[in-house]
Nanobody
Framework: QLQPVESGGGSVQPGGSLRLSCAASGFTLEYFDIGWFRQAPGKEREGVSCISNSDGSTYYADSVKGRFTISRDNANNTVYLQMNSLKPEDTAVYYC?????????????????????WGQGTQVTVSS
């Protein structure tokens, strides 16, 4: 079974940057829809950014638009989430999720959370 593995979390000051990585052994992520979600204490899990294998679209939540970038590195079988200009409200556990492509665009993926394979999460803390 596909098991995404996240890495790259940590603590950073406001305005700083982090790059999260999502990898999966034995599966070629290039052929999967991928989503990045986050969950802060006491809040629901929210879709941060998704990328669709079906149509190549990407989606970003309004709260991260212009600051975060999702990308595929097919040579290294990895999907990245580059996070710049981090804010304290970005503090959360970040999860990578994957599913086989079934025709959803990226916004549908993130909003509907139609993922069946989730990683264990990586903590991101933004604090001065």
């Amino acid at each position: 079974q596909l098991q995404p593995v996240e890495s790259g979390g940590g603590s950073v000051q406001p305005g700083g940057s982090l790059r999260l990585s999502c990898a999966a052994s034995g599966f070629t992520l290039e052929y999967f829809d991928i989503g990045w979600f986050r969950q802060a204490p006491g809040k629901e899990r929210e879709g941060v950014s998704c990328i669709s294998n079906s149509d190549g679209s990407t989606y970003y939540a309004d709260s991260v638009k212009g600051r975060f970038t999702i990308s595929r590195d097919n040579a290294n079988n990895t999907v990245y989430l580059q996070m710049n200009s981090l804010k304290p409200e970005d503090t959360a556990v970040y999860y990578c999720a994957a599913r086989g492509a079934l025709g959803y665009n990226a916004q549908q993926l993130c909003v509907m959370r139609v993922f069946g394979n989730w990683g264990q999460g990586t903590q991101v803390t933004v604090s001065s």
